[in-house]
């Protein structure tokens, strides 16, 4: 079974601009989550939905979006970057609610 | 309430030795812990995860013992190997509103030859 898939690994963009993630949760699983990982902060909730409906949201500013499709997979905005934003953004999924969490290799993202 | 206290932030131990890593909460909400192992450049992998009814849980030389009154919960790796050398985090989270998982801050562990 092939595991939660990220893309892309690596990205480098500059501030202001925007940038879209993706993840492809495990077949089957339908709910996914999102965590920013940072050596200040540490790992830290983004967001997270289960068919298609965000069922809570972190504490991030609105520059931060997500969504999530009707096969599961699911996408991530950030739009007017800032250089505070690179870190590593993960994602998880799970295969419903209240079971265990599989994550993803991560994107790599560098603000310059 | 929300946080998850993890110690000690680095263990450095021979192979062959027990590391032991301690995390405490507050939030008597939370029902699950699991803890995560990380390889540089790698995303977080589901090592072991146990809820408040049990009080000690064992998966080939990983254990987890949870004291719930006092709000305490640790990961026992037995007999280590320079392959166990990663990060460690340990979570918690309440699952009857949602899956969100609070991370402590991370144990570096490092076993040496």
């Known amino acids: 079974k092939a595991g939660v898939t990220q893309t892309p690994r690596y990205l480098i963009k500059t501030r202001g601009q925007q940038v879209t993630l993706s993840c492809s949760p495990i077949s089957g699983h339908r709910s996914v989550s999102w965590y920013q990982q940072t050596p200040g902060q540490g790992l830290q909730f983004l967001f997270e939905y289960f068919s298609e409906t965000q069922r809570n949201k972190g504490n991030f500013p609105g520059r931060f979006s997500g969504r999530q499709f009707s096969n599961s997979r699911s996408e991530m905005n950030v739009s007017t970057l800032e250089l505070g934003d690179s870190a590593l953004y993960l994602c998880?999924?799970?295969?419903?609610?209240?079971?265990?969490?599989?994550f993803g290799q991560g994107t790599r993202l560098t603000v310059v | 309430q929300q946080q998850v206290k993890q110690s000690p932030q680095s263990l450095i131990v021979q192979k062959g030795g027990i590391p032991i890593i301690n995390c405490a909460y507050e939030?008597?909400?939370?029902?699950?812990f699991p803890w995560y192992q990380q390889f540089p450049g790698k995303g977080p992998a589901l090592l072991i995860a146990i809820r408040p009814d049990v009080s000690e849980k064992k998966e080939g030389r990983f254990t987890i013992s949870f004291n719930k009154s006092a709000k305490q919960f640790s990961l026992h790796i037995m007999d280590s190997q320079p392959g166990d050398s990663a990060t460690y985090f340990c979570?918690?989270?309440?699952?009857?509103?949602?899956?969100?998982?609070?991370f402590g801050t991370g144990t570096r562990l490092q076993v040496f030859p």
């Open positions: 998880a999924s799970r295969p419903g609610l209240n079971t265990e969490a599989f």
């Open positions: 979570a918690a989270s309440m699952g009857y509103n949602t899956d969100k998982l609070i």
């Open positions: 939030n008597t909400a939370f029902d699950y």
